[in-house]
């Protein structure tokens, strides 16, 4: 009976979940290429032939045993890794041959919900501990609520080998020291172990790990192929001699051709057969990438043992009759959302530079711009009326400013959130609407602790009205400012070149707001930037609070021969405001923020289903 393609997702603890229906990948005359205009050489000759960095691969990676991808730098170990991941759909126009996953064509998606891939960067938040980081992850895919997934995280933790660090925060980038090279990389293993999958696939695991880490873990990973039936791919460098000796299979690559697939005893007969010698002091894979050039692909020596064990036919048919739940999702939305809230609540709370560091800047900033402009509203004449304007125009620049700082935070979390839902941990939209919601309380908070003092110690309009105003005017901005950031780290590529395009936006959308330059001078072609700045609203808003109202009919800004020449109201019309605007700018601020949040859900969603590796 031939291997069914999917299995029925699980949760349960190892000593309910009985024997696993082994699955093989095979790749058959498989392909990859870059087009011509990707390569700097194509603009001297544009009639250069496509670059392969896959070409016509023929290869295979069996149940119950560990599969290394090997071979020089550049050799395509990551492109083919990806391929067999489903990271790279094997019916995309960059690809030809064939991918199967028993005997059958892959489908991608179906595929990385079923596998579990670790990527060679282990894309972790530093401020959740071992225990957390693998209970968010078996909430995400697992069936049977907390107390399930519970029980499997402590059971995982007791297989990686992580009970002395269960409790320790992963750290990193920013953050203590935190767990080691070794055990980071267990815990990101461990991540894609909580739903059991049959099959793992591991970009250079070993990377940056000392000689005896490296063992452990691959040690590890051969306990999982004999007593789990698992089926394990990895990329490696330069294994060590008892590494080789856990390693089944071998898949030896050269410029994109598979020069062996099979046993190590079998790639040193071809050695035998080329009348090649493999030097006492260096093993046999080591050996092989040296003279790379010598191994002939098409020299073929029969194996001595059979490699694919035989899955019990019984087996085969449960799993060919479960039911398939593949193409849906573990939790519902609303589940979705409060678990990520719950991860976004402590990740936020816990990242002393985003959380502590705004607190006190909130603190500082109101208090130090209170004493700076004291009692700066209560004063009158044209030079108190151009120092108001410019105390509203610098808290502004301050508010919108401020929030940039959350850039890598973001980041940080697009990789994450990528890596999850790839493999159908959730969806992309309960990611945005989990992050909108905490960041709202925790704004408030910020607006709040730099309101109070700021604004009496200026000493603007002195009623309970005017300063409720001021405040949800601040919290807005603050939540514009903190909508746009995360708009576009979902666009930029890095850290850099996110500061660039944030910064010189956040400028111009100053120079554009009417405050430096009328709206009546604006080249009518830069017009549109006037009605798109984030700047322009909440600083009517401000003024029309301020001098709006029946305070401002009552209030002289100048007076001249004894005789009040100018009034607020008067200041406003000047101005072209009415008091009307002070709402309707509201609701072009909240049109702003969830604006940014939809094409920010747009361009996540685009690129975890849309770009591939």
């Known amino acids: 009976m031939e291997l069914p393609l999917w299995m029925p997702d699980s949760g349960v603890s190892s000593n309910s979940r009985g024997a696993k229906t082994p699955y093989k990948l095979e790749?058959?005359?498989l392909s990859y290429k870059i087009s011509c205009k990707m390569e700097h050489s194509c603009f001297e000759s544009p009639k250069r032939a496509p670059k392969?960095?896959?070409?016509?691969?023929?290869?295979?990676?069996?149940?119950?045993?560990?599969t290394a991808i090997a071979g020089p730098s550049g050799a395509g170990k990551t492109t083919l890794l990806e391929i067999l991941a489903g990271n790279e759909d094997p019916s995309g126009r960059r690809v030809s041959g064939q991918v199967l996953v028993n005997d059958r064509p892959m489908d991608s998606k179906r595929f990385q919900r079923l596998s579990g891939y670790v990527s060679q960067e282990d894309a972790l938040f530093g401020s959740l501990t071992v225990e957390e980081t693998l209970m968010?992850?078996?909430?995400?895919?697992?069936?049977?609520?907390r107390r399930e997934a519970a029980g499997r995280v402590k059971e995982l933790i007791k297989e990686l080998g992580l009970d002395h660090v269960a409790d320790s925060r992963?750290?990193?980038?920013?953050w203590d020291r935190g767990i080691s090279g070794g055990e980071k990389r267990r815990v990101s293993i461990g991540v894609e172990l909580v739903h059991d999958p049959p099959v793992i696939l591991l970009d250079e695991p070993t990377s940056g790990l000392d000689s005896a880490s490296a063992l452990d873990l691959v040690r590890l990973l051969k306990q999982?192929?004999?007593h789990q039936g698992k089926t394990i791919v990895l990329t490696i460098h330069q294994p060590g001699f008892r590494i080789l000796e856990l390693i089944d299979r071998v898949i030896l690559l050269s410029d994109g051709i598979v020069l062996h697939n099979g046993p190590l005893s079998l790639l040193e007969q071809k050695f035998i057969v080329a009348g090649l010698r493999v030097p006492d002091h260096a093993n046999i894979l080591e050996y092989a990438i040296d003279v790379i050039e010598s191994i002939d692909p098409q020299c073929h020596v029969e194996p001595t043992r059979h490699l694919l064990p035989q899955g019990n036919n019984g087996e085969k048919e449960r799993a060919s009759q479960s039911s398939e739940k593949s193409n849906t999702y573990l939790n519902s939305w609303s589940q979705e959302v409060l678990i990520l809230g719950r991860r976004f609540f402590s990740n936020i709370f816990r990242t002393k530079q985003l959380f502590a560091t705004r607190i006190i800047q909130a603190l500082v900033a109101g208090f130090v711009l209170g004493t700076i402009f004291l009692n700066a509203g209560s004063t009158v004449g044209p030079l108190a009326l151009q120092t108001r304007l410019g105390f509203f125009a610098f808290s502004l620049t301050f508010l919108l400013s401020s929030t940039t700082e959350g850039l890598p935070i973001f980041l940080q979390e697009r990789r994450i959130l990528m890596r999850e839902t790839s493999r159908g941990a959730y969806r992309v939209s309960s990611y945005v609407v989990s992050n909108t919601l905490i960041f709202v309380p925790f704004l408030l908070m910020v607006g709040i602790l730099y309101s109070v003092p700021v604004y009496w110690l200026v000493g603007l309009t002195r009623s309970a009205e005017g300063f409720l105003y001021y405040l949800l005017v601040v919290w807005m901005v603050l939540l514009m400012s903190n909508s746009f950031v995360a708009c576009f780290s979902a666009l930029v590529p890095n850290f850099i070149m996110g500061t660039s395009v944030i910064s010189g936006l956040m400028g111009s959308f100053f120079l554009f707001s009417g405050y430096f330059i009328s709206k009546e001078d604006i080249p009518i072609y830069w017009i549109w930037m006037h009605y798109v700045s984030l700047f322009k609203y909440p600083f009517e808003c401000f003024l029309i609070n301020e001098y709006g109202g029946i305070h401002g009919r009552r209030r002289c800004l100048e007076f001249r021969e004894g005789e009040c020449t100018l009034n607020g109201d008067g200041f406003l019309r000047?101005?072209?405001l009415e008091e009307l605007d002070k709402w309707k700018n509201l609701g072009v601020m909240l049109?702003?923020?969830l604006s940014y949040r939809v094409l920010c859900f747009l361009i996540l969603w685009f690129r975890c289903y849309k770009i591939r590796s």
């Open 224 to 226: 999982m192929v004999i």
């Open 27 to 29: 790749t058959k005359s």
């Open 52 to 66: 392969f960095i896959l070409k016509d691969a023929n290869c295979k990676a069996r149940p119950r045993e560990i």
């Open 136 to 145: 968010y992850s078996a909430l995400f895919r697992l069936r049977g609520g």
């Open 170 to 174: 992963i750290g990193g980038v920013g």
């Open 591 to 593: 049109g702003f923020i």
């Open 574 to 576: 000047q101005q072209g």
